[in-house]
T-cell receptor, first 113, second 115 residues
Framework: NAGVTQTPKFQVLKTGQSMTLQCAQD?????MYWYRQDPGMGLRLIYY???????DKGEVPNGYNVSRLNKREFSLRLESAAPSQTSVYFC????????????FGNGTRLTVT | AQTVTQSQPEMSVQEAETVTLSCTYD???????LFWYKQPPSRQMILVIR??????QNATENRFSVNFQKAAKSFSLKISDSQLGDAAMYFC????????????FGKGTRLSVIA
């Protein structure tokens, strides 16, 4: 059971370059999320998708776009990377229903130089 | 907006001893859900324990238990018989309802376990 799979695990970009972080879950979950983790800041929500076909902004959406490609996949795109986007990015998913926890991928460490 | 505060950036505990990590939150909701996640050096996010606000009984999972004080908006995590493998970042998180809404996380507490 793979759970939530994120690719790549590591990435180095130059300022201005673009890239897409991929995320897929095989648990038939309705909701998917993108968070970023920075030292001393905890996890902050970038975007989420409550169900297939919907996306909503989180706390720190600027500089990012998302696509809920289908129920399994939720991608995060950086159109023009900036050093402030250096971070660890986590994708997560959750089932519908009471108190369903988030299941996380293993994260992507992104460095923008 | 809801906020989650973890007032202890770092803590340490002797192996086999007990430690309590603090968490407070701010909400005007009456029904909500609370979680503790563990993040070891591997970076993996692992669910430790969860609590429904409508349940008065504190949740327990083996050596992990919570002290949920709804009126005080406090949700502390107690780790008993601490083990070296408990060393990690611990995040407290809040969700305002049972639907498909995101979790709001605190900034975390780094726990060290001393042999």
């Amino acid at each position: 059971n793979a759970g939530v799979t994120q690719t790549p695990k590591f990435q180095v970009l130059k300022t201005g370059q673009s890239m897409t972080l991929q995320c897929a879950q095989d648990m038939n979950h309705n909701s998917m999320y993108w968070y970023r983790q920075d030292p001393g800041m905890g996890l902050r929500l970038i975007y989420y998708s409550a169900s297939e076909g919907t996306t909503d902004k989180g706390e720190v959406p600027n500089g990012y776009n998302v696509s809920r490609l289908n129920k399994r996949e939720f991608s995060l795109r950086l159109e023009s990377a900036a050093p402030s986007q250096t971070s660890v990015y986590f994708c997560a998913s959750s089932a519908r229903g009471e108190n369903s926890p988030l299941h996380f991928g293993n994260g992507t460490r992104l460095t923008v130089t | 907006a809801q906020t989650v505060t973890q007032s202890q950036p770092e803590m340490s505990v002797q192996e086999a001893e007990t430690v309590t990590l603090s968490c407070t939150y701010d909400t005007s909701e009456s029904d909500y859900y609370l979680f503790w996640y563990k993040q070891p050096p591997s970076r993996q996010m692992i669910l430790v324990i969860r609590q429904e606000a409508y349940k008065q009984q504190n949740a327990t999972e083996n050596r992990f238990s919570v002290n949920f004080q709804k009126a005080a908006k406090s949700f502390s995590l107690k780790i008993s018989d601490s083990q070296l493998g408990d060393a990690a970042m611990y995040f407290c998180a809040y969700r305002r309802d049972s639907g498909n809404t995101p979790l709001v996380f605190g900034k975390g507490t780094r726990l060290s376990v001393i042999a």
